[in-house]
């Protein structure tokens, strides 16, 4: 079980941190990812890291804004987001996956239930 936190309704510009732990220590996990789902749109990619080598990763619209960090003894995973835009608002889910393509939502096995960003203009 996945469980976010840290969203919010915020102004242009200001910054949130979601988190993401899990209820159960991850097994056999490849990494772990952060992606978002606006209204009447799909869920996109927005970052992941390896839950082992640390290596993280983002989509381009977040690059340089967006941060991704883990805590393996606390079986979290975390998403600094800075400057944040309009075009952020969604629904934030976490999830885990066994599998290399990390910004593949298909490959997910797990996911929370996800956490609202509002960013107001």
């Known amino acids: 079980q996945l469980e976010e936190s840290g969203g919010g309704l915020v102004q242009i510009g200001d910054s949130l941190r979601l988190s993401c732990t899990a209820s159960l220590r991850p097994y056999n996990t490849y990494a772990m990812g952060w992606f978002r789902q606006a209204p009447g749109k799909e869920r996109e990619f927005v970052a992941a890291?390896?839950?082992?080598?640390?290596?993280?990763f983002y989509s381009d619209s977040v690059k340089g804004r967006f941060s991704i960090s883990k805590d393996n003894p606390r079986s979290a995973v975390y998403l600094q987001m800075n400057n944040l835009k309009p075009e952020d608002t969604g629904a934030y889910y976490c999830g885990l996956t066994k599998e290399s393509a990390i910004m593949n939502k298909n490959v997910y096995e797990s996911w929370g239930q996800g956490t609202q960003v509002t960013v107001s203009s």
């Open positions: 890291i390896t839950w082992f080598g640390g290596d993280a």
